[in-house]
Nanobody, 120 residues
Framework: QVQVVESGGGLVQPGGSLRLSCAASGSDFAILGMAWYRQAPGKQQRESVATITGDDSTTYANSVKGRLTIFRNNTKSTVYLQMNSLKPEDTAVYYC?????????????WGQGTQVTVSS
């Protein structure tokens, strides 16, 4: 079994910064890619915010380009989301997902989410 755990959320003023972390742990798996999603208050669907592939290619939602950066550590089992110039509309629960190859199958593991609130 693979566990995905996020951390680093909190309350920040508009224009401030936060860094979220996401660690995948377990046995017998290889990470194919990782991503951050968010679900804003009152919305039913999660929005893709940023993704990073096995070769460190990245993509971003248009609404966060230039403000949020996804990157990984050397072992590639931990991914970060550096969030700068935060806006109230960035308020959401942020979820990390890890696309894995485990026991010959491609699987997706999700974390429990971490709350980010941008407010003065």
């Amino acid at each position: 079994q693979v566990q995905v755990v996020e951390s680093g959320g909190g309350l920040v003023q508009p224009g401030g910064s936060l860094r979220l972390s996401c660690a995948a742990s377990g046995s017998d798996f290889a990470i194919l890619g990782m991503a951050w999603y968010r679900q804003a208050p009152g919305k039913q669907q999660r929005e893709s915010v940023a993704t990073i592939t096995g070769d460190d290619s990245t993509t971003y939602a248009n609404s966060v380009k230039g403000r949020l950066t996804i990157f990984r550590n050397n072992t590639k089992s931990t991914v970060y989301l550096q969030m700068n110039s935060l806006k109230p509309e960035d308020t959401a629960v942020y979820y990390c997902s890890s696309r894995l190859l485990r026991l010959g199958l491609v699987q997706t593991a999700w974390g429990q989410g971490t709350q980010v609130t941008v407010s003065s």
